[in-house]
């Protein structure tokens, strides 16, 4: 009896699948047998060329390397020369379909999975994938040699076995429904890439993959060129028919913001995505915006907008407090900014997840009370209790109020004003230094620096390039940064990247924050453990309010729109789909318009 009932458990906890996709949520929307996405254009014209700047702020590159910590990769490597096992679809929240894959079978039992290669695979050197090398890139991958976030969120896999040259399974050490599509979507590259190098030697040996681009030239630190290869082995299968249709990809690289805009007003580049305000309000318009000769718009999605904010480095004594954190953050006039500085265009951020369903709002569920009831004694009281709204300062409320607020906060945590400045019992000043890469943040700060200076704490802001800031963010050595942690659609493995204990030990990791809470590590495997999409839902609405009564970070804004602006010659699918990022959508699915 015993074992009948932990069979049935364990097809509870297998996510819903067929030999072709794996779904987290209900069915794969697209049955076996499927042609195409619906928001692609399968017949898009080939052919063509766009220009595009580099994509965040990293002005340079000095690699082709994108697995490890040292050097800065280039742009565009991912998404144009690495694929995997399986890609996951722009209109389901966690469904993942056949690439380098043509089957996909999970045990009865939720402990392995068993991938069949297709064996069209090839990479951009001739040579069939096989299962030897999907086995070496998680080797390596979940090696020390790179990045810590692959070991992170591949620490449940025991084990992986190549069957033959075209069939590979990995065992897992527990039934995590989401583990089939953590390997599953693992980056894939060939054996002989680096010719025998450690993967932290591999620096400008252009990767042996199967994507559908090949570097054609680069200047290094300048620009890259991918060619589109004639001899792409995917071009007609379902997961990328209508898809990477421009002949050539050409990154340029600005060393700021401001040229960079410029430029693209110069016609330097095609394709550029918005995220300031004031820019957005201001700068995009003129002639070639009346004349239609560039195009802008606000594309709405359906992202979970992820956290952006202030992220106190919990290392530093200063931020152990709660009372301090809670302090710091009313101090923040979200209303002032949206009103003076960002033309009325963003929405204040109360969730890790806001704009979806997996935000938490109001009390507590009795479901959500179930998982955080037994961890009360670790969470901050605030947990369990209605979630409260962000500070606010329109009327009847104000910025006075809550500074008051404030001041009474730090004085519990024994901070108190005296002799110019706010202090400790021991005289010491409250102060701390703001790091920063010199992006547009840099002009959100000022007013909250003065707002703090009226409780008589002094703020440093310092800006230095990229990649000092990205060494001193991967050695932890900072005391506040302003960071946005990504938006999905189904939390997971990643957790542990990111609020898990062990990672806060792990420089280059990305929990920033410090986070070592066992009561978080209890949620965050709830998450992880969840048997269906309703639990997951109630397990991420708890580990939300967790971290939001924490304040670790004081949270920004968000915007359920992507601002976007291009050249009049693109085409684009008629079908949007529901969870994309404005650039990789244009990458994958455009084309160029006929003359």
């Known amino acids: 009896m015993k074992s009948y009932l932990l069979l049935l458990l364990s097809l509870y906890l297998l996510p819903a699948y067929a030999e072709h996709a794996i779904s987290l949520g209900d069915a794969p929307k697209y049955a076996a047998g499927f042609t195409a996405f619906d928001y692609v254009n399968p017949a898009a014209a080939k052919g063509g060329a766009i220009i595009l700047p580099n994509p965040d702020r990293r002005n340079s590159f000095d690699s082709f390397n994108p697995f490890i910590i040292k050097g800065t990769s280039a742009a565009g490597l991912g998404a144009l020369m690495?694929?995997?096992?399986?890609?996951?679809?722009?209109?389901?929240?966690?469904?993942?379909?056949?690439?380098?894959?043509?089957?996909?079978?999970?045990?009865?039992?939720?402990?392995?999975?068993?991938?069949?290669?297709n064996p069209a695979a090839r990479f951009n050197n001739g040579a069939k994938v096989t299962a030897a090398d999907v086995k070496h890139s998680f080797t390596v991958l979940n090696s020390r040699l790179a990045a810590p976030q692959y070991a992170s969120q591949l620490r449940d896999v025991a084990g992986v076995d190549v069957l033959d040259s075209q069939t590979i399974v990995y065992r897992f050490k527990t039934a995590n429904r989401e583990l089939p599509q953590i390997v599953g979507t693992l980056p894939v590259f060939s054996q002989q890439w680096g010719a025998g190098k450690t993967l932290d030697k591999i620096a400008l040996e252009p990767p042996i993959s199967s994507g559908p681009y090949q570097i054609k030239d680069y200047k290094l630190g300048q620009s890259i060129r991918y060619q589109r290869r004639s001899d792409y082995w995917g071009n007609n299968q379902p997961t990328r028919r209508g898809q990477y249709n421009f002949d050539q990809i050409t990154y340029r690289y600005y060393q700021d913001e401001t040229a960079k805009l410029e430029a693209f007003k110069a016609g330097e580049f095609d394709f550029i995505t918005e995220y300031g305000a004031r820019n957005w309000a201001r700068q995009y318009q003129g002639p070639k915006f009346r004349s239609g000769e560039i195009k802008k718009?606000?594309?709405?999605?359906?992202?979970?907008?992820?956290m952006q904010g202030y992220v106190m480095n919990l290392r530093r004594p200063l931020f152990a407090d709660l009372r301090v954190r809670q302090a710091l953050g009313l101090a923040?006039?979200?209303?002032?900014?949206?009103?003076?500085?960002?033309?009325?265009?963003?929405?204040?951020?109360?969730?890790?997840?806001?704009?979806?369903?997996?935000?938490?709002?109001?009390?507590?569920?009795?479901?959500?009370?179930?998982?955080?009831?037994?961890?009360?004694?670790?969470?901050?009281?605030?947990?369990l209790t209605t979630l409260a709204a962000p500070p606010n300062t329109d009327p009847p409320n104000s910025l006075r109020q809550n500074l008051r607020q404030a001041r009474e906060l730090l004085k519990q945590a024994g901070w108190q004003y005296r002799d110019g400045a706010l202090r400790n019992a021991r005289g010491e000043p409250f102060e701390f230094e703001l790091l920063d890469d010199g992006g547009p943040m840099g002009r959100v700060f000022p007013p909250l620096a003065r707002n703090l200076a009226k409780l008589g704490i002094v703020v440093k802001q310092r800006d230095i390039d990229?990649?000092?800031?990205?060494?001193?963010?991967?050695?932890?050595?900072?005391?506040?940064?302003?960071?946005?942690?990504?938006?999905?659609?189904?939390?997971?493995?990643?957790?542990?990247?990111?609020?898990?204990?062990?990672?806060?030990?792990?420089?280059?990791?990305?929990?920033?924050?410090?986070?070592?809470?066992?009561?978080?590590d209890r949620l965050i495997e709830h998450v992880l453990q969840a048997p269906n999409r309703q639990q997951q839902i109630t397990a991420v609405h708890a580990l939300d309010r967790a971290l939001l009564a924490g304040h670790y970070i004081i949270p920004h804004w968000y915007s359920a729109t992507h601002r976007a602006a291009w050249r009049d010659r693109f085409a684009m699918p008629k079908t949007m789909p529901l969870y994309y990022q404005a650039g990789d959508w244009m990458l994958a699915t455009w084309w160029q318009k006929s003359p």
């Open 332 to 383: 923040l006039d979200f209303e002032w900014l949206n009103r003076q500085l960002f033309y009325r265009q963003y929405q204040r951020l109360n969730s890790f997840y806001a704009n979806s369903e997996l935000a938490a709002s109001g009390a507590p569920t009795a479901q959500e009370l179930q998982l955080l009831r037994p961890l009360q004694s670790q969470l901050p009281a605030a947990t």
């Open 82 to 117: 690495f694929e995997s096992l399986g890609v996951m679809s722009w209109d389901e929240t966690a469904t993942m379909y056949g690439l380098l894959a043509k089957e996909i079978k999970v045990a009865k039992d939720g402990l392995s999975v068993t991938f069949v290669l």
């Open 466 to 520: 990229f990649a000092l800031y990205q060494r001193r963010l991967d050695d932890f050595d900072f005391d506040m940064v302003v960071l946005r942690f990504p938006n999905v659609q189904s939390p997971g493995q990643e957790l542990l990247d990111y609020y898990g204990s062990q990672a806060a030990d792990t420089k280059g990791s990305s929990n920033v924050i410090g986070l070592k809470s066992p009561a978080i």
């Open 297 to 306: 718009s606000e594309l709405r999605h359906h992202n979970s907008s992820g």
